[in-house]
C-alpha cells in the first residue's frame, strides 16, 4: 500500500462496521451444511486482516468473551482508534496491532476463522497473494476464511465512472478535496445524461445517485483509490489453489443456486459436475460484481451441495414484520418486511407461522425442532391442520428464506430475554459506540443506525431513569440545543427507540 492511500485513510477513515456475514456463528452454520465441522463460535481464535477501527471486530469479541481476536490494520489512525476502544471497554481477548498483511505473522498463531473484508480488491496484487498466503498458512485443520473482493463481468459497468473520477480528480490533493471534485463531476454529468434515453446513460446516472447518497468512505476508497482490482471467479480460486485452500461455499447462499437463474439455465448447468466452473457460468449470468468467498484448507472434505439433514441440525433468527393480517389457512403468498431493508413473500402457513415465531422472539434462535413444533401448534390454533403434515413443503420454502437471508442461520440456539426493564441500561459497547457515531452492533452483528437524538438517549441510558425521566431528560436537553418537540411526541418516540435496543440486544 502507498503513502498516498495510506494519506487517505487517514484522512478519510474507513467506516468500520459489523459485517454480519463476517460473524463466526454464520460462518460455522454454513460450513455445516456443506460437511465441515468448523470451531464453535464461543471458544473460537479470529483473524481479521484490514481491520480498520475494528467496528467489525471488537463487537464480536464484547458478545463472545470465551474467544480470542486479533485485527491488523496498516493505518495509524485506525489502530489507535480501535484500541482506544478496547482500553474504554476494558476487553482483554482482544488485539488490534499496526502490522501488514505482507510482515510476517506466523508469530500470532493459526486461526479458526480469518476475515478480509474489503480488502482484497483493493490492495496491489502482492499483498492480494499475501492475504490468501496467511490464509492458507495460519487457517486451522477445519478453519474458514472470508475474502471479499469485486467481480467480473458485473465491474466492468462500474469501470468507466471510476476511469471519469480518477480522470477529473486532482490525485495530489487530499481525500477531502477529491470527494468535492468527485461530486462536481456528478453534478456536471447528471443533467446532460438525464436527456439521453439508452441503457448505458441510464445504468450511470443510477450509480451517480447511488454514490451521491453513500458514505463518503465508500466513494473514496471505490471509485477514487488509486487499487481497485476486480477479477474473475475462477481467477481467484485459482489464487486460492495456489495457497493451499479450497473452495467451501459463498456467503450468500442464493448465489450458489442455479434453480434462481430460471429453469433454462439451471438446466444447462446440471451436467457441469465442475463447482468452480458453475460458480463462474452462474456469474456471467448474474453480472455479478461481488462476491463473498468462503474458503477451507485443500485437503478438507467439503460436500458439493447443501446436506438438507444437516438444515435440521441448525438454529434460526429473523427480524421482520408485516402489517397483513397473517392468514394461515392457505398458502397465499404475504410480504414481510426484513429489518435490513427490502422484503420477502412467504407462503406456505407453517413457513408463515415460522417467521412469525422467530419475529416475537428475535433476537433469539430456535431450533429447527422447536421452531417446527411452535409453528404446527400456531397453524393448528388458527389456520387448516391439513397443512400441519407438510414438513418437505416447509422446509424447501424455509431454505429459500435462509438461502436469501430473510431468515438467519445459526449454529446452535440461543434465548435472550425480550421484556424490557423498568430503568433500561445500554451496555458498555452501545453507550461506547453512540458517543463515537451513529452506528451500534447488535448482538446478532447487525448494524443499528440511530439518528442525532437516538445516540443522545443511548449515551445516558445507565440504568437510573424511568421512561418519563428519560422523556423529561431528552426534552430539556432538546430545548437546550435550541429545538422545541412536543413531549407527547417524544414519550413514544423514546418507547419505541428502547424497544428497538431491546430487540438488537443492546440493553444490559
Known amino acids: 500500500m502507498t503513502d498516498t492511500t495510506l494519506a487517505s485513510y487517514d484522512d478519510l477513515p474507513y467506516d468500520s462496521v459489523p459485517i454480519t456475514d463476517t460473524h463466526p456463528d454464520g460462518l460455522r452454520a454454513i460450513a455445516r451444511l456443506f460437511g465441515v465441522n468448523a470451531r464453535p463460535a464461543g471458544q473460537c481464535r479470529v483473524l481479521e486482516l484490514g481491520c480498520a477501527g475494528g467496528g467489525n471486530l471488537i463487537p464480536m469479541a464484547f458478545y463472545l468473551p470465551g474467544s480470542s481476536f486479533v485485527g491488523i490494520d496498516l493505518a495509524r489512525q485506525h489502530v489507535d482508534e480501535a484500541n482506544a476502544l478496547i482500553a474504554e471497554l476494558g476487553l482483554n481477548n482482544v488485539r488490534v496491532l499496526h502490522r501488514s498483511v505482507t510482515d510476517d505473522l506466523s508469530d500470532l498463531g493459526e486461526f479458526d476463522y480469518i476475515v478480509a473484508h474489503g480488502l482484497y480488491s483493493w490492495v496491489p496484487r502482492v499483498v492480494q ?107 481467484f480460486m485459482a489464487r486460492a489453489d495456489a495457497a493451499g485452500l479450497a473452495y467451501l461455499a459463498d456467503a450468500v447462499l442464493s448465489t450458489m443456486l442455479p434453480a434462481t437463474l430460471g429453469d433454462a439455465t439451471a438446466r444447462a448447468l446440471s451436467g457441469l459436475n465442475d463447482r468452480i466452473r458453475v460458480e463462474q457460468l452462474m456469474d456471467y449470468a448474474r453480472l455479478r460484481k461481488f462476491r463473498r468467498t468462503l474458503l477451507v484448507r485443500r485437503e478438507v472434505a467439503v460436500n458439493v451441495a447443501p446436506d438438507l439433514d444437516a438444515f435440521e441440525a441448525l438454529a434460526f433468527h429473523a427480524d421482520l414484520n408485516t402489517d397483513e393480517e397473517i392468514d394461515l389457512a392457505s398458502d397465499r403468498p404475504q410480504s414481510f418486511r426484513l429489518a435490513s431493508g427490502g422484503e420477502c413473500r412467504i407462503a406456505h402457513p407453517l413457513a408463515k407461522a415460522a417467521a412469525m415465531t422467530l419475529a416475537l422472539r428475535y433476537p433469539s434462535a430456535l431450533g429447527w425442532y422447536p421452531l417446527l413444533a411452535a409453528a404446527s401448534a400456531l397453524v393448528a390454533e388458527h389456520g387448516d391442520e391439513k397443512f400441519i403434515g407438510e414438513v418437505a413443503a416447509f422446509k424447501t420454502e424455509w431454505f429459500s428464506l435462509v ?106
Not at 496467511?134 to 474458514?144: E, K, T, Y
Not at 495530489?172 to 443533467?191: G, K
Not at 418519563?468 to 413514544?492: I, K, M, S, T, Y
Request: aromatic share 8%.
Open 403 to 508: 438461502a436469501y437471508q430473510s431468515v438467519r442461520i445459526a449454529a446452535e440456539a440461543r434465548t435472550y430475554p425480550v421484556d424490557l426493564p423498568e430503568r433500561p441500561a445500554a451496555h458498555a459497547l452501545a453507550r461506547a459506540q453512540a458517543k463515537r457515531g451513529r452506528v451500534l452492533a447488535s448482538v446478532r452483528h447487525a448494524a443499528v443506525e440511530l439518528d442525532e437524538f437516538g445516540a443522545l438517549l443511548v449515551r445516558q441510558l445507565d440504568g437510573t431513569r424511568a421512561l418519563d425521566e428519560l422523556v423529561d431528560w431528552l426534552l430539556a436537553e432538546l430545548q437546550r440545543l435550541g429545538h422545541a418537540p412536543a413531549r407527547a411526541a417524544l414519550r413514544p418516540a423514546c418507547q419505541q427507540l428502547l424497544w428497538t435496543l431491546g430487540r438488537a440486544g443492546l440493553l444490559a
Open 129 to 235: 497473494d499475501k492475504v490468501l498466503a496467511v490464509c492458507g498458512r495460519q487457517l486451522a485443520q477445519h478453519g474458514i476464511a472470508y475474502v471479499s473482493y469485486n467481480t467480473l463481468p458485473g465491474w466492468h459497468a462500474r469501470a468507466p465512472l471510476r476511469d471519469m473520477l480518477l480522470a477529473f480528480c486532482d490525485k495530489r490533493a487530499r481525500a477531502s478535496v477529491r470527494l468535492n471534485e468527485a461530486h462536481a463531476l456528478f453534478d456536471l454529468l447528471a443533467p446532460a445524461l438525464q436527456l439521453q434515453d439508452t441503457p448505458e446513460a441510464r445504468g450511470l446516472l443510477a450509480e451517480i445517485e447511488y454514490l451521491r447518497r453513500a458514505p463518503a468512505s465508500y466513494l473514496y476508497h471505490e471509485y477514487l483509490e488509486e487499487t481497485n482490482e476486480p477479477l474473475w471467479f475462477s481467477e
